[in-house]
């Protein structure tokens, strides 16, 4: 079972660094406070990985046929690249991260899917997309309704922070629902864990990476592109949520810092496209390149060398 440990340290690079796509907004406006955000988060992930996180396993196994020794392999080298750039305070992509190690080791085998591995980038490409026109559509319709209603600004207030924590928490449980594939799914696919125990350990990893590593990313997501009051946070929150739940139920693990990087650009592109703090945005993208090509290279070599 030692084979399983580097699934253990992707899922908490994962947490650290994905957890800031759900609060991270709400804590940089002020409107949660870190450690209520945490605690929501690690909770609800941990709920959503154990209730719908199976859906997505399948997807992520069949990518390719590895061993225990290249599984163990593959989750290491997407971990790796995961924490470098939560260090960096990037967000990445957890599922770009073990797709590409898993095909670094498919290459060397011959075993990669690669019509699977079409439906995920298609998905890959649809998840900013999606984020987009749902955080625009919901924006522009919920403020025109706040706007005609006769609710005074202390009401208000009180409706943002309530509804920053119940669409962070359901925000949480997609995450765990999505995401926990990415973490134990290789797994799965290589015989090891049954798809409900790996779902159990994956959501658990994700937790404990949540409550002890998060806060650094949390604030690039929440300030570092576009400037946010807390009506954009809960809007932000709500359309991510949702466009990873529409995923998880395709069963196509996706990433959720592309869900709500998307969601707050829709945000930006409601008022003036001049707030949309782009010198980020191409970093955080770069990070997007670089996360796939970096896990990939980081599974192959040692499984062509080595192994």
């Known amino acids: 079972m030692w084979t399983i440990l580097s699934g253990i340290f992707l899922g ?17 406006t002020g409107t949660v406070r870190y450690r209520t ?27 390719s046929s590895v061993l225990p020794k290249e599984a163990f392999i593959c989750a290491l080298a997407a971990a790796v690249t995961m924490t470098l750039l939560t260090i960096l305070a990037v967000p990445a ?3 770009q991260a073990i797709v590409g190690a898993i095909l670094g080791a498919g290459l060397i085998s ?37 706007q005609r209603s006769a ?22 449980y997609c995450l765990g629902s999505n995401n926990v594939a990415n973490v134990t799914g290789v797994y799965v696919g290589a ?21 002890t590593y998060s806060r650094k990313v949390m604030m690039t997501v929440g300030k570092g592109i576009v400037p946010l009051d807390p009506f954009s946070a809960l809007i932000a929150v709500l359309a991510a949520a949702l466009t990873l739940h529409i995923f998880t139920q395709i069963g196509v693990p ?25 010198r980020m945005l191409m970093k955080i993208s770069g990070g997007w390149i670089m996360t796939p090509l970096t896990a990939g290279i980081l599974a192959y070599v040692p499984i062509r060398w080595i192994l």
């Open 110 to 146: 011959g075993t990669a899917d690669f019509s699977q591995l079409y439906k995920i980038v298609v998905c890959w490409v649809f998840t900013p997309i999606a984020g987009i026109t749902i955080s625009y559509s919901l924006y522009r319709i919920l403020y025109f309704l706040l």
């Open 12 to 28: 908490w690079s994962l947490g650290a660094n994905d957890s800031a796509n759900i609060f991270g907004t709400g804590v940089a």
């Open 37 to 63: 955000a945490i605690l929501l988060t690690a909770f609800f992930v941990l709920v959503g990985a154990v209730l719908e996180g199976p859906k997505c396993m399948r997807t992520v196994g069949e990518l």
């Open 254 to 278: 996706v990433s959720s810092s592309q869900a709500v990087v998307g969601a707050i650009v829709g945000i930006g592109l409601v008022g003036d496209v001049r707030t949309v703090q782009f």
């Open 191 to 211: 015989g090891i864990l049954t798809s409900e125990t790996a779902a159990l350990i994956g959501g658990l990893s994700i937790a404990f990476g949540v409550l």
């Open 151 to 172: 609710l005074g600004i202390t009401t208000r207030n009180l409706i943002y922070s309530t509804g920053i924590l119940v669409t962070g928490s359901y925000g949480a």
């Open 93 to 95: 992509s957890a599922s």
